[in-house]
């Protein structure tokens, strides 16, 4: 396949299996630097598991074989996301995810947005909040939560913990978004306010969404694909 | 017919809940009756006065503060030794193990778990008969074999608990950490675990309630009627519960039986405060984690 100069993430011949069943069958494609691409289809096509491919989250799972070429291009350059000199920890930390449920962990809500940045060996204080801070504005939930970042992030109502875990995986400034039907738990309003801060966000990173509501991906995607039988159909 | 199939489920279901509340309040109402007159300020530390007690500067020969100091120091030894042993083994068998090991080694803890407490004071009697040939006039029944026993016999409740609790952990939040870049290890200290907090609490106080209330292994391996605050590790000692039993089969007089009630009433009033301290504890730490 041809690649552009604007692409971000790119399969070539990508098959993967869950045992005996196969859930993706020979797929190349690329997905654009910022721009928000969306993938849709039936259920239990294998959506949520292409996401994984591309950040490796399926070896925790339990799963494949993989077989064919996932690459990321970092620097200018496309690299292999299991070549040796790709560790897994670093491509997770530039490669964010979003689950479907809102997950914030078990902990504070300052705790919550300082995880990512102390796995990466950032310790200093200032630089956590500086960098908290513009995470929480980013994502519009700072008004909100200033007083109480010292509290559970667990008692936050179910759009700010999807915000909140949205502003986590900005923490480390990853060069794609993963985004799991992060919408698929949130009441309209706070669904609206996810989706005005993905137009937001795009302009810094490539955006990856599964989605099931076609009037969202129309309002916001740049890119549709439409995953079925095995494979990826380019819709728009 | 199904409607009548789920009324008589419910009239069923609520009169055994009833018949159950019914039989803690009698059974907890009878300790309390027959225990109450027996609380009279000399039970605890006798003629002594309770700061001498308390520093252990002066020996209490007739109450019962030997027994309840005998019985914290037993159940805080036996967790000591059960809790990370239980916790280290129940994250193994969640996170790491695997196929036939797995199974083979849960259908072990839950054998285990079923074992009568009598089979486990005798294995530590025979530990204590080794332990005392080889070494003669150093080693016999005491604290430190009793504790050994008894976290044997509380293992496998702490083990199934955490084995359950992690298992139960939904899978997103069980990704959300590795999503971050966390390896295995950080992702169970510092999610799986915390997540967890109030189950494995739920399984160190059912692991303290069984420790606290057992006769039959520390009779075997430790307690006497009478020896005093324990003050080493391989002495004997005094327990509430063998004191209980003690004063039930061999008590002279009313008098006496009404201080077996009354030892029975404390041990029921350190297990309230013992699991309502580890409940508060578990709902502070799973609520309040500080950055």
């Known amino acids: 396949m041809t690649t552009t100069m604007n692409g971000k993430i790119r399969t070539e011949s990508l098959s993967f299996s869950y045992g005996?069943?196969?859930l993706l069958e020979d797929i190349s494609v690329e997905f654009a630097d910022q721009a928000i691409t969306a993938i849709t289809g039936?259920?239990?096509?294998?959506?949520?598991?292409?996401?994984?491919?591309?950040?490796?989250?399926?070896?925790?799972?339990?799963?494949?074989?993989?077989?064919?070429?996932?690459?990321?291009?970092?620097?200018?350059?496309?690299?292999?996301?299991?070549?040796p000199e790709m560790p897994v920890?670093?491509?997770?930390?530039?490669?964010?995810?979003?689950?479907?449920?809102?997950?914030?962990?078990?902990?504070?809500?300052?705790?919550?947005?300082?995880?990512?940045?102390?796995?990466?060996?950032?310790?200093d204080k200032e630089e956590i909040a500086a960098r908290s801070r513009e995470a929480l504005r980013r994502v519009h939930l700072l008004a909100e939560v200033e007083d109480r970042l010292v509290s559970d992030a667990r008692l936050l109502s179910g759009g700010q913990q999807q915000r909140l875990c949205l502003a986590r995986a900005l923490m480390l400034r990853p060069e794609v978004l993963l985004l799991d039907e992060p919408t698929s738990s949130l009441d309209p309003k706070a669904c609206a306010g996810i989706e005005e801060l993905l137009l937001e966000l795009k302009e810094s990173c490539a955006i990856v969404l599964v989605s099931h509501y076609q009037d969202q991906i129309s309002r916001i995607a740049d890119q549709v694909y439409l995953l079925g039988e095995r494979t990826l159909l380019r819709q728009r | 017919m199904r409607k009548a199939l789920a009324g008589l489920t419910i009239a069923f279901s609520s009169a055994a809940t009833l018949l159950l509340f019914a039989a803690v309040l009698l059974f907890v109402g009878v300790i309390v009756f027959r225990g109450w007159p027996g609380l009279a300020p000399g039970l605890i530390f006798g003629d002594t006065r309770p700061l001498d007690a308390l520093l252990l500067r002066r020996q209490v020969f007739d109450g019962l503060f030997p027994a309840m100091a005998?019985?914290?120091?037993?159940?805080?030894?036996?967790?000591?030794?059960?809790?990370?042993?239980?916790?280290?083994?129940?994250?193994?068998?969640?996170?790491?193990?695997?196929?036939?090991?797995?199974?083979?080694?849960?259908?072990?803890?839950?054998?285990?778990?079923?074992?009568?407490?009598?089979?486990?004071?005798?294995?530590?009697?025979?530990?204590?008969?080794?332990?005392?040939?080889?070494?003669?006039?150093?080693?016999?029944?005491?604290?430190?074999?009793?504790?050994?026993?008894?976290?044997?016999?509380?293992?496998?409740?702490?083990?199934?608990?955490?084995?359950?609790?992690?298992?139960?952990?939904?899978?997103?939040?069980?990704?959300?950490?590795?999503?971050?870049?966390?390896?295995?290890?950080?992702?169970?200290?510092a999610v799986l675990l915390p997540a967890c907090l109030p189950e494995i609490?739920?399984?160190?106080?059912?692991?303290?309630?069984?420790?606290?209330?057992?006769?039959?292994?520390?009779?075997?391996?430790?307690?006497?009627?009478?020896?005093?605050?324990?003050?080493?590790?391989?002495?004997?000692?005094?327990?509430?519960?063998?004191?209980?039993?003690?004063?039930?089969?061999?008590?002279?007089?009313?008098?006496?039986?009404?201080?077996?009630?009354?030892?029975?009433?404390?041990?029921?009033?350190?297990?309230?405060?013992?699991?309502?301290?580890?409940?508060?504890?578990?709902?502070?730490?799973?609520?309040?984690?500080?950055?």
């Open chain 2, 70 to 189: 005998g019985t914290l120091a037993l159940v805080a030894l036996t967790m000591t030794l059960a809790v990370p042993a239980g916790l280290a083994t129940g994250i193994y068998l969640a996170e790491y193990a695997r196929g036939r090991g797995k199974a083979l080694l849960s259908l072990l803890f839950d054998i285990l778990a079923g074992l009568p407490s009598i089979v486990v004071g005798l294995a530590g009697l025979a530990l204590t008969i080794v332990l005392h040939r080889l070494f003669p006039g150093r080693i016999g029944p005491c604290l430190l074999i009793s504790a050994l026993a008894l976290a044997f016999l509380v293992l496998p409740y702490l083990v199934r608990s955490v084995q359950l609790a992690l298992e139960s952990v939904p899978r997103t939040l069980r990704l959300t950490a590795p999503a971050l870049g966390a390896d295995k290890l950080t992702t169970i200290r």
């Open chain 1, 42 to 83: 039936p259920s239990g096509t294998g959506k949520s598991t292409l996401l994984t491919v591309f950040n490796r989250l399926w070896e925790e799972i339990g799963g494949g074989p993989l077989h064919g070429q996932v690459l990321l291009r970092l620097e200018g350059r496309w690299q292999d996301i299991h070549a």
């Open chain 2, 201 to 291: 609490a739920g399984g160190i106080i059912l692991a303290v309630g069984r420790a606290i209330e057992d006769t039959a292994v520390i009779m075997l391996t430790g307690a006497v009627a009478s020896a005093g605050v324990p003050r080493s590790l391989l002495a004997q000692y005094e327990a509430l519960p063998f004191y209980i039993y003690y004063i039930s089969g061999q008590y002279a007089d009313p008098e006496e039986l009404q201080r077996g009630f009354a030892a029975a009433l404390l041990l029921l009033a350190m297990c309230v405060v013992m699991l309502v301290a580890a409940q508060w504890l578990a709902r502070r730490g799973s609520l309040r984690r500080q950055p």
């Open chain 1, 89 to 123: 920890s670093t491509l997770r930390r530039r490669v964010g995810m979003v689950f479907q449920t809102p997950n914030p962990l078990p902990m504070s809500l300052a705790a919550n947005l300082a995880f990512p940045l102390k796995l990466a060996g950032i310790d």
């Open chain 1, 20 to 22: 005996e069943r196969l």
